[in-house]
């Protein structure tokens, strides 16, 4: 089955930055499109990020390029690297495999466990 396990979050400042991983196994991680997800207490899941299968290719939920997203096929990696950190960024954040839109995400099954992720002062 999907396994895979975010790691890197924690509490960090406003302005500050985190770069979150995500290690992959139980599938070919390398032929599959993988996901960032993010969900703060009482709202829904907010689409982040996804990668195309060999890393080149990104989509973003935001448009103003404080993350991104990357991959190591080498050891079945996911990455998000997150700059100028809002307090509004504050969420438990998930690895997903899968693609996915504003409006569309993976199925649950296909996502991690979560790291947190806190911007406060």
């Known amino acids: 089955q999907v396994q895979l396990v975010e790691s890197g979050g924690g509490l960090v400042q406003p302005g500050g930055s985190l770069k979150l991983s995500c290690v992959a196994s139980?599938?070919?991680?390398?032929?599959?499109?993988m996901t960032w997800v993010r969900q703060a207490p009482g709202k829904g899941p907010e689409w982040v990020s996804t990668?195309?299968?060999?890393?080149?290719?990104a989509r973003y939920a935001e448009p103003v390029g404080r993350f991104k997203i990357t991959r190591n096929n080498a050891n079945n990696t996911l990455f998000l690297q997150m700059n100028n950190l809002r307090p509004d960024d504050t969420a438990l954040y998930f690895c997903?495999?899968?693609?996915?839109?504003?409006?569309?995400?993976?199925?649950?099954?296909?996502w991690g466990q979560g790291t947190q992720v806190t911007v406060s002062s």
């Open positions: 997903a495999k899968g693609t996915a839109t504003k409006t569309t995400l993976p199925p649950r099954s296909d």
């Open positions: 139980g599938f070919t991680f390398n032929t599959f499109y």
């Open positions: 990668i195309n299968p060999i890393g080149n290719g």
